[in-house]
């Protein structure tokens, strides 16, 4: 195969890449809107004011949401706890703003929510 024949299927690849992930954007959109703030609808933070000095964080996994975490912060909120559950930067969102965050983005942002808790 020449180095043409070589770019030009890495070229061909890369479009084809494009194109799925162009449509795989789409698709999850009409199933999961975005609301004006660019989060999906119901994936925002989850926070339960206390009625004690103690308070907890809870962060949800990757590629997920805090809505995972809901029944678990309901009921630390029953119990008395402060609880927060922010949505890490990336998640919720677009699959681009997805691709695009990283671990040092949401220990930031674990590390600003526990500050702020304190």
Do not use: C, K, N
Not at 6 to 16: D, M, Q, T, Y
Not at 21 to 46: K, Q
Not at 90 to 113: K, M, P
Request: aromatic share 6%; no cysteine.
């Amino acid at each position: 195969m020449t180095v043409f024949g070589i770019l030009g299927l890495g070229a061909f690849v890369w479009l084809v890449r494009q194109l799925i992930g162009r449509r795989m954007e789409r698709t999850t959109l009409r199933r999961l809107p975005l609301g004006p703030d660019g989060v999906i609808v119901g994936a925002g933070e989850i926070i339960r004011p206390g009625s004690s000095r103690s308070a907890v964080l809870i962060l949800h996994g990757f590629g997920d949401t805090p809505q995972t975490l809901g029944y678990l912060a309901d009921h630390l909120g029953a119990l008395g706890f402060t609880v927060r559950a922010p949505l890490l930067p990336g998640h919720g969102r677009t699959l681009a703003e997805f691709g695009a965050s990283g671990v040092a983005a949401w220990v930031a942002a674990a590390e600003r929510e526990l500050a702020e808790l304190r």
